[in-house]
């Protein structure tokens, strides 16, 4: 029989023992990380709008790593900036070196973003030779991932390009329905900015609006550096359309929205998601931005009760305001988080090409509805919002949640 001193000597080695696994446990566990690259242009017009995109995928992270991670995996996050000032904006050469740097990191295991098609298609073809997969909260072009292009775009085949919002195949032809049904357009001038996501965008918006009988009086083509588009703007006041459209983003938008204030005061305006954001109430400003109408292809999402505790959660920990594609880079976060959680349940190595698949096959219950894609990385929901910019000034004049109005969901076409 053992003595008591044994005894007790005995309990307390097994104890420490006990502990000292534990501990061997938990370190293990802690050791235990991936990454997640994030690619947002965060230099350049659009700047503050992709901070806000950041910081509703950085929430949805830091969530996850304060309950301890996911299925034993810590979050890292590598935030890469594809914009330059030299282009002023989004840069696609940028883009496809922060694509080469995200494949090259063995940790990383999937991205998030871009924010603008033109990185996308500079960075796709980057991501599918390293079976990454990028899941973009805001980047509409549907060339990306549509099949007839995937020897351009997936030259390995699988999809890797991921959306949380629909594309310009819906967004461009559900605002022509609305300028047809209810703004009741005869007649409208089309512009884009030169970059893929205005150029696809102006596009399927144009072709859907000679569908539908609205005479298109005439398209052009800005150059997002020059400072001055009056000689076009005059151009169309002396055409008289009922409405002007224009496809781009912030860097030309900002002066045709201050600059068509001026020539073209009256006139019906409006645009796609590029005119949605705090960049063109910051630069162009309140009366200029007043009364501008402007899509967003996902549902308004911020208007959803159930999105409450996430807004009240992103104002706390940053100071300001989410945005629509704050809260849908908050979802891209939660379909990457369970597409690990999948792969590291089922026992398989956490790999890029496992979380891949995973990610591929998930329904994903988020603020926005379930997540689920198409075949080709598309998401299945193709709900577009219309909104109209109307002053509030109980609030700051950059704030999208409170100076966009939202009208409603744009007329899908049959």
């Known amino acids: 029989m053992l003595s008591r001193r044994s005894l007790i000597l005995q309990l307390s080695s097994t104890a420490l023992l006990g502990t000292l696994a534990a501990h061997a446990r938990y370190a293990t566990a802690a050791d235990k990380t991936v990454k997640i690259g994030i690619n947002l242009p965060f ?11 950041k910081d509703g995928a950085l929430l949805a992270i830091d969530e996850a790593n304060a309950q301890g991670g996911v299925a034993g995996y810590k979050i890292d996050v590598l935030l890469l900036d594809d914009g330059t000032a030299t282009a002023g904006q989004y840069d696609p050469a940028q883009a496809a070196t922060n694509a080469r740097k995200m494949v090259a990191d063995k940790e990383i295991v ?39 292009f995937a020897g351009q775009y997936r030259p390995k085949g699988k999809p890797i390009y991921f959306r949380t919002v629909t594309t310009d195949a819906f967004q461009g032809p559900n605002m022509a329905n609305y300028y ?20 696809g965008i102006a596009d399927t918006f144009q072709a859907q609006a000679e569908k539908r009988g609205i005479k298109v009086l005439g398209r052009d083509q800005l150059n997002p550096k020059e400072t001055d588009y009056t000689t076009t703007l005059t151009k169309i006041k002396s055409l008289n359309p009922d409405a002007l459209y224009y496809g781009g983003v912030a860097q030309a938008g900002v002066k045709v929205v201050k600059q068509a204030s001026d020539i073209l005061p009256k006139m019906i305006k409006g645009g796609g998601d590029g ?18 109408y402007a899509t967003i292809a996902a549902p308004n999402i911020l208007e959803n009760p159930e999105a409450a505790p996430v807004i009240e959660s992103f104002a706390k920990k940053y100071g300001q ?7 849908t880079a908050y979802d891209a976060a939660l379909v990457i988080l369970d597409a690990i959680k999948r792969v590291a349940g089922s026992g ?12 591929q096959t998930g329904h994903v219950k988020t603020i926005q509805g379930e997540i689920a894609f198409d075949e080709n990385g598309d998401l299945q929901n193709r709900v577009i919002s219309v909104f109209r910019i109307v002053k509030d000034d109980k609030y700051p004049p950059d704030d999208v949640l409170h100076q966009y109005k939202y009208l409603g969901v744009a007329p899908q076409s049959s």
Request: no cysteine; proline share 7%; charged share 20%.
């Open 110 to 148: 999937a991205a998030i973003g871009p924010q603008m098609s033109g990185s996308g298609k500079a960075m796709s073809p980057i991501l599918s030779q390293g079976e990454l997969a990028t899941i973009t909260p805001s980047s509409t072009n549907p060339d990306i991932t549509d099949p007839k």
């Open 275 to 292: 005119l949605y954001g705090a960049e063109i109430l910051r630069g162009a400003g309140f009366p200029a931005a007043e009364g501008w």
């Open 321 to 327: 305001q989410p945005e629509n594609y704050s809260i």
């Open 43 to 53: 230099t350049g017009a659009d700047a503050h709008d992709a901070e806000l995109i």
């Open 180 to 199: 047809a049904d209810v703004l009741k357009v005869k007649s409208v001038y089309v512009l884009d900015d030169s970059g893929a996501y205005g150029v």
């Open 348 to 359: 398989k190595e956490v790999t890029r090409e496992a979380v891949r698949d995973a990610m």
